[in-house]
């Protein structure tokens, strides 16, 4: 059981750190919007770059995508320790991660292009990305699931070979089985190989 939630909380912990990593990384991937200012308060995207906010929030699914996908196939490598202790913690740290990638993302594009105070009607500002739909947030720990799901549907062990029969492991190991008995094996009576008197016929010497 230790050892299972010591995995388990690795699992969780390294997920949200790649997360934070690739959040990172997203901050300087996304693309910022350009308007200008049309009014106090007020602007107006130039040509083609509306299209930036859907390129941002398209990164940011493509990369939870992507972290999702290994490293639930990184928690099914942990052969010993497979269980729903690891899936919880695969989704609660896929979930943190997301949340991670999100909120440092977000923090990087801001201090790559800061929004302007107070703009001035006709100046050229730059807004950073951002995550606009938090439905980007469960593509992550949606997809992570459904592949270690799909990984242990795939399993023909009952243990997912782990070793052990409960749900919870090291309480409960499974016994080798025993080895079957070796068939017996049946000698024949040895045959007499001396001729049978009364089958044997008089030589000629016996008349």
């Avoid at 979930?95 to 990087?108: H, Q, S």
């Amino acid at each position: 059981m230790r050892r299972e939630l010591r995995a388990a909380l690795a699992v969780g912990v390294g997920v949200l750190v790649v997360g934070a990593l690739l959040g990172v990384a997203w901050g300087f991937l996304a693309p910022a919007e350009r308007l200008i200012v049309v009014a106090d308060g007020r602007g107006a995207p130039l040509t083609g770059e509306s299209m930036h906010r859907f390129d941002a929030l398209a990164i940011f699914v493509c990369l939870g995508a992507g972290l999702g996908l290994v490293s639930a196939a990184a928690a099914w490598r942990a052969r010993s320790v497979r269980g729903p202790l690891l899936l919880v913690a695969l989704l609660l740290g896929s979930f943190a991660g997301a949340y991670a990638m999100a909120d440092i993302g977000e923090l990087v594009a801001e201090m790559r292009n800061p929004r302007p105070d107070d703009p001035l009607v006709g100046q050229i500002v730059t807004l950073p990305a951002e995550v606009e739909a938090w439905q980007a947030l469960l593509i992550q720990p949606l997809l992570a699931g459904l592949v270690f799901l799909f990984l242990a549907a795939l399993s023909t062990a009952e243990d997912l070979g782990t070793g052990f029969t409960g749900p919870f492991g090291e309480s409960r190991p499974v016994r080798a089985a025993e080895p079957e008995p070796e068939p017996a094996v049946y000698t024949p009576y040895p045959q007499d190989t001396a001729p049978d008197p009364r089958w044997s016929r008089p030589g000629p010497s016996e008349h």
